[in-house]
């Protein structure tokens, strides 16, 4: 059964305090430059970390073996477990099979499938013997239609043993990617024609007699990973991800959310380890901290938030992540069942969002559910990072938090401001940064600056213009920004939060066009769920369908045409918007594994449709007003 969001703006309980926690509040030092450029310096120094994250480990499983590391559901429905000791044991064991076969950096470990436990002990045998590990999208595998970019990682990253759990769901992206003369283990399954090393057979494996020393050799600058992120090149860029950048990451996460100290941290969690928010920043909060990850298979969309309502009916989070739409769709369950919402608020420090702006609607509406529970506000915090800074970089305080707001860089990273057509543009340096994109040498000299600071081309503006001590918003992609045939600036990120908070709950995401044109048009990504809230006799997954419906359109053009109506100039002007009735191509690099859109992909590929916006004859299915 799929519950039915209540879409009455609730009344905010701006009475209702904040939940106190424990915080380290940024506080920087400011120094401005002749030239405009600012630095932001922390005052508080960056405190001690250690020189591999399998160290935390160590810890825990001597400190508390029997606790809960990770848990998953099994075929019954409960809960398999793998505790601190166990993760330990089962982490030599794998780690001794892959030193016995050689594996290095120019033959990592590839990991095709999604979470599991047995993902992550693959993982953390990989890390404990010091062998760097790929995770990747199982969109490359299982989404994808040419598996190009699948293809062009493997020539990149030259793996010495693939894993995916279920060999047989993997089996074509395995026959078709994985080289005669490369391994493929699997915690189950088959791949027709090929020999398949079970994943039971690297837990048998005896310690290897070099095994503690391979762990002690590990050093700061040693391979833990790399992640795959494809920015605005289209095919994957491998960003280095050394054991420095993650345990100093941990530290700073442990200094500004201090709260993790005051209980280990609990976690019911869906976000894909193959990105740096799910596999750097939770993982490795859960297992710094001596924490639970409870592994949640749902996704927030219909058929899959169930299964996240399920597990929070069991487990109560002392801290909960997600990205907005995860919210929204968790919001209309909370709001109807009393016992999960009792469950959900029960023990939670705070929750924390990322990858997009999260509502008003929904910002409010949660806070008046914790409030309605425990009398308080649960602290909402976000920030600014990346894949390339580990990912935390900049930090809200509790008190401030706001959709749009990234707050201030925490201890151990500096951040740049050098002013860029009008705005400032944010630049990164501390231990957590990465030293760069692995066999892509011109790549990784064009991401730093003569200082050496990465450069995340995000755009940040003062939240008070003379106190940059107040943190700083959001402001665009400076990549994304264009011109007007009039020579006038269309500052793009902030014009598309806008547009997608007028058009809810129609309206995912928008692509801004325009580039050397007189006026400003939209291609308009719909929200499948979001339509469904008005015309429910709308298919599922049929966007054609959904696009074309004349209820939509009607509702969308009302939405339309109110946000036209507060426009102040040319360069907030949005005058004509297409539907688009066909998905964004993960393929041609329109859109990410994880649903990020690329704009500049998006409008090279989508030209002609672009042309017809434009076109003095307008077709029918461009709205204008």
């Known amino acids: 059964m799929i519950a039915k969001p209540n879409m009455s703006v609730p009344t905010p309980r701006s009475d209702a305090p904040l939940r106190p926690i424990s915080f380290g509040d940024p506080d920087v030092a400011i120094d401005r430059r002749s ?35 990770m848990a998953e559901r ?38 095709l499938s999604g979470n599991s436990i047995d993902h992550a002990l693959v993982a953390f045998g990989a890390l404990y013997a010091g062998i760097p590990f790929c995770p990747v999208s199982p969109a490359y595998s299982l989404v994808s239609k040419d598996y190009g970019k699948l293809a062009f990682l493997m020539k990149l990253l030259t793996p010495g043993l693939v894993f995916a759990d279920d060999a047989t769901k993997f089996a074509e992206a395995l026959e078709a990617n994985v080289s005669l003369g490369t ?8 791949v027709p024609g090929r020999d398949v090393t079970m994943l039971g057979e690297l837990l048998a494996t005896p310690e290897h007699r070099h095994l503690d020393a391979a762990h002690d050799a590990i050093g700061p600058d040693t391979i833990a990973k790399f992640l795959l992120t494809s920015g605005s090149t289209g095919n994957p860029k491998a960003v280095i991800n050394t054991q420095r950048m993650i345990c100093a990451n941990q530290v700073m996460l442990r200094e500004t959310l201090a709260f993790l100290k005051d209980e280990p941290p609990v976690i019911v969690d869906w976000l894909p380890w193959n990105h740096t928010f799910g596999g750097n920043h939770n993982i490795g909060l859960t297992l710094y901290n001596g924490g639970s990850m409870y592994l949640d298979a749902g996704k927030p969309m219909p058929g899959g938030i169930e299964e996240t309502v399920r597990n929070l009916r069991e487990i109560s989070p002392t801290v909960y992540f997600n990205v907005p739409k995860g919210y929204e769709s968790l919001l209309p369950y909370l709001r109807d069942d009393k016992a999960l919402r ?12 990322s990858g997009a702006a999260l509502s008003p609607f929904i910002w409010n509406s949660l806070d008046e559910l914790g409030a309605q529970e425990t009398g308080y506000r649960v602290p909402m915090l976000t920030g600014l990072g990346a894949t390339e800074t580990a990912p935390f970089f900049m930090s809200v305080k509790p008190a401030t938090s706001r959709s749009g707001h990234v707050g201030l860089p925490v201890s151990g990273n500096d951040a740049k401001l050098v002013p860029n057509n009008g705005k400032l543009e944010v630049r990164a340096k501390g ?13 990784t000299a064009a991401a730093f600056d003569e200082e050496g600071f990465y450069k995340f081309g995000d755009a940040l503006k003062p939240v008070v213009s003379d106190d940059f001590s107040a943190g700083f918003d959001f402001d665009g992609r400076i990549a994304e920004d264009f011109k007007l045939a009039s020579g006038t600036w269309v500052s793009v990120g902030p014009l598309r939060a806008r547009f997608v908070a007028a058009c809810a709950p129609l309206v995912r995401d928008v692509v801004i ?22 015309n429910p006799t709308l298919p599922i997954d049929d966007l054609a369908a959904t696009a074309s419906d004349p209820l939509i359109r009607s509702a969308f053009r009302e939405r339309f045409a109110k946000f036209l109506g507060t426009a102040t100039g040319s360069s907030t002007r949005i005058t004509r918007a297409v539907l688009l009735g066909t998905p964004l191509s993960i393929d041609r690099g329109e859109v990410t594994d994880k ?10 590929h989508r030209a002609g449709l672009i042309d017809e916006i434009y076109s003095p004859t307008l077709p029918a299915h461009v709205i204008t007003l």
């Open 342 to 353: 009792a469950k959900f608020f029960a023990r939670l420090h705070a929750m924390f969002f």
């Open 35 to 69: 030239d405009g450029t600012i630095y932001l310096r922390p005052k508080m120094a960056l405190g001690e970390y250690p020189v591999r994250l399998t160290d935390r480990l160590h810890h825990w499983a001597k400190a508390e073996p029997n606790r809960v590391f």
């Open 513 to 534: 066009a325009g580039i050397n044109r007189d006026e400003i048009s939209a291609l308009v990504v719909l929200d499948l769920d979001g339509c469904r809230l008005i």
């Open 431 to 443: 231990p957590n940064v990465t030293p760069g994109y692995w066999r892509q040498p011109q790549l």
């Open 595 to 604: 649903g990020s859109i690329n704009q500049r992909a998006v409008l090279d």
């Open 74 to 111: 099994d075929a019954s429905g409960g809960w398999r477990q793998i505790t601190y000791g166990e993760l330990l044991v089962s982490s030599r064991r794998i780690a001794s099979s892959l030193i016995a076969r050689g594996l290095s950096a120019e033959k990592p470990v590839v990991i």
């Open 183 to 190: 391994e493929i283990v699997a915690a189950h399954g088959r």
